[in-house]
């Protein structure tokens, strides 16, 4: 497996998931399971398949998780120098010049991207258009709509 481009925060809210799913929903999880094989029959005992199953979602989360952090690539971008190039972790805001809308997007790794708080993944097609470009610079960008003209405004590495 490659290594994931992941921002410090996101590398944080994994790792805090992690900590719930271990220390909180895992014994909760055991608890339960044991308290329904105290029901008796297993093969038909709802509350024991349930709890199985939910230990089964579970169990592959922290499995996913871990694989995520173990082949991360954590990238602090307020460490970087900001030579006013659209990359990995930057604050990038654009006009699209068709619309004159303006808009502000943080280019985040895959599993980090929320577009309802404006964090595009990576590799979505806007930040794959904008990455290595400047401040000032036009990218024209292929979108459901077809091809968009954005001017990137403004690049800040926070």
């Known amino acids: 497996m ?27 999880i055991i608890q339960a399971i044991a308290t329904a094989r105290e029901h ?17 979602f579970c ?13 991360a690539q954590i990238i602090d ?13 930057c604050t990038v805001t654009i006009l699209n010049l068709d619309s ?11 599993d980090e991207a929320d577009i309802k708080n404006n ?3 990576v590799n979505s097609p806007i930040a794959r258009g904008l990455i290595g470009k400047s401040a000032d610079d036009v990218a024209n960008i292929t979108t459901p709509k077809g091809v968009v003209e954005f ?5 800040k590495y926070i």
């Not at 290594?3 to 900590?19: D, F, K, Q, S």
């Not at 970087?80 to 659209?86: E, I, L, M, S, T």
């Not at 809308?101 to 985040?108: A, F």
């Open 59 to 71: 169990e592959g989360r922290i499995q996913d998780i871990e694989a995520k952090l173990s082949n």
């Open 119 to 121: 964090l595009i993944s």
């Open 40 to 56: 008796g029959d297993l093969k038909e005992n709802a509350e024991y398949h349930a709890a199985r199953e939910q230990q089964g």
């Open 2 to 28: 490659s290594a994931i481009p992941m921002t410090v925060l996101g590398a944080e809210r994994l790792r805090a998931e992690l900590h719930e799913l271990k220390s909180v929903k895992r014994p909760i």
């Open 151 to 155: 001017e990137i405004i403004d690049v």
């Open 77 to 89: 971008i307020s460490k970087q120098p900001n030579n006013g190039k659209v990359i990995f972790g």
């Open 100 to 110: 004159e809308e303006e808009v502000t997007y943080r280019i985040v790794g895959d």
